[in-house]
């Protein structure tokens, strides 16, 4: 059998600079934060990080969508890489981790700082950062098929996918709430989630709707924020102060049509078959899996992974979730431990690896799943981006 | 107090692929691009059939009848004067449902939008192009 690269990887530390609605630091001061915090975590020195990656790169567009780089980190750090890279076109926000075991696999570094800043709460104050569009500019590339039609933001991409899947699955308002709800809950016992205050039901119905069915609560929460992990060779990583978290399988592959408008299953997203590469890549079922950070852009998002990893049947996921038990930090599948980014804040997948380490290192505090939780899947992403990783710790 | 205008639509920047699809409607005709051999539809445009291997792929005339495939009626405001509720639609022609279509369903109230229904193209004209619009199908029950 093939050996799987990812294998001989592992998260061997973390940091988080302060989440917010409006930073009085820079961005770049945000991710130095994390950074140094990670590389303290993993018991590393910056003389001993050799690589460097983010994803999506630097945007200087003012969206605050990717505010900082590798060159700006890098060279704020001094660092001495090996290797470095960021870059948009790869399987979502997980792109650059997938990256960084290819980097590490072929001999090019042995401890890769990977981090994702934003500043979207601070460049929506000044400007309508959330924009698609420019006006006046026309719009190249495949967003132009969207762009004459009003779809000024990504959430009326995904509403349309949304209101496929609602129609399809006959799921209905109060039961996708208890995926809010449900994270509402455990961000209270996060410190350092951005909205702590309890949300019910009736608060739910009760806010905007924003693109039927996307209510204002099925939408993240723009934040300024950086998280930083230490990916390391498994060798290295066993001579660390934490225990290693081993990356046991990945899923990076798109095997859809690669478009928004053409992708072949509207409702599952591109989803199905990355979940399929990562099960086809390790022994570990679906039922082995003890907590799960799950992409939530959008609450269907979360809904759609539940099903699509396997953690229940194609439509399922209206009763996996009712009455939000089994999902919340007692039950059988806590999901979102720390808030996600519907609560805690849209640090973009990376808040989700983070708080799987926090987990599966104990350091839960208030908020840790009992039972010393060992294996954790995460995932990224909607529409034709998608990808996937299952933690476990060493 | 008057009203803001509507925004100005964003338009697409053209090349010698898109440049039918955008413009074709001057003549009411929604142009798709349609293999010489095996008569597949290829949408986004580009020279290239991947069931023949060919790139004897050119833009045809289809009908402009279509079914709403999904939909999401937009209920926020995100720039002034902004009309809303308004719809966005992606559609599939009739033709080759395979191909779907972006699209606001115009010409009824959002609220009468539903899944699989008919519907049939129209032309809004907007500086030197002409955008494909769906609005209900006049023919539908
Ligand atoms: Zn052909």
Known sequence: ?394 | MTQPAPPPRTLPAIDPDNRAYWTRGRDGVLAIFKCHSCHAYVHPPVPFCPACDTVAVSPQAVSGRGTVVTFTVNHKQWVPGLPVPYVLALVALEEAPEVRLVANITHCDPAEVTFGMAVEVWFEPAEDLWIPQFRPARSAA
């Not at chain 1, 704020?76 to 870059?87: E, F, Q, T």
């Not at chain 1, 640090?347 to 983070?354: E, K, N, P, Q, T």
Request: aromatic share 8%; net charge neutral; with cysteine.
């Open chain 1, 1 to 394: 059998m093939t050996r799987h690269a990812e294998k001989d990887t592992a998260i061997t530390g973390i940091g988080m600079s302060d989440v917010s609605r409006g930073a009085s630091k820079s961005a770049l001061a945000l991710t130095v934060d994390a950074a140094l915090e990670a590389i303290a975590d993993a018991g590393l020195t910056r003389a001993e990080i050799d690589g460097i990656a983010t994803w999506p790169g630097e945007r200087v567009d003012g969206s605050g969508f990717s505010p900082v780089g590798c060159a700006s980190l890098q060279d704020a750090l001094r660092l001495k890489v090996n290797w470095y890279a960021g870059g948009r076109e790869a399987p979502g926000q997980y792109g650059a981790v997938f990256n960084a075991i290819g980097a590490i696999a072929a001999g090019l570094c042995r401890n890769v700082l990977i981090f994702r800043s934003m500043y979207e709460a601070t460049a929506r104050k000044t400007a309508f950062a959330n924009s698609l569009l420019r006006p006046g500019e026309r719009q190249a590339g495949p967003f132009a098929w969207y762009a004459p039609y009003y779809t000024y933001a990504a959430a009326l991409q995904q509403a349309l996918f949304f209101n496929l899947y609602v129609h399809n699955s006959g799921i209905r308002p109060e039961q996708v709430a208890q995926i809010p709800i449900n994270q509402r809950r455990n961000a209270a016992l996060n410190p350092k989630a951005v909205y702590r205050t309890p949300i019910t039901l009736d608060d739910y119905l009760a806010s905007p709707l924003i693109a039927t069915p996307l209510r204002l609560y099925d939408c993240d929460v723009p934040c300024d924020g950086a998280v930083a992990i230490i990916v390391s060779r498994i060798d290295v990583a066993r001579t660390l102060r934490n225990p290693p978290v081993r990356i046991e399988a990945i899923g990076s592959s798109m095997q859809y049509r690669n478009s928004w408008t053409q992708l072949d299953a509207l409702d599952t997203q591109a989803q199905p078959k990355v979940a399929e590469m990562l099960w086809s890549r390790t022994d570990l079922k679906p039922v082995d899996v003890d907590i799960a950070q799950l992409y939530d852009g959008f609450t269907y998002h979360t809904l759609n992974w539940l099903e699509n990893f396997g953690f229940c049947d194609r439509y399922g996921a209206k009763d996996f979730i009712e009455g939000g038990r089994r999902i919340a930090l007692e039950g059988d599948l806590p999901v979102n431990t720390g808030g996600g980014a519907l609560s805690a804040g849209r640090l973009h997948a990376y808040g989700a690896v983070h708080e799987a380490c926090t987990q599966l290192w104990g350091r839960g505090g208030a908020r840790q799943v009992q039972g010393s939780p060992q294996v954790c899947a995460t995932s990224t992403a909607g529409g034709p981006l998608a990808g996937a990783m299952l933690l476990v710790r060493d």
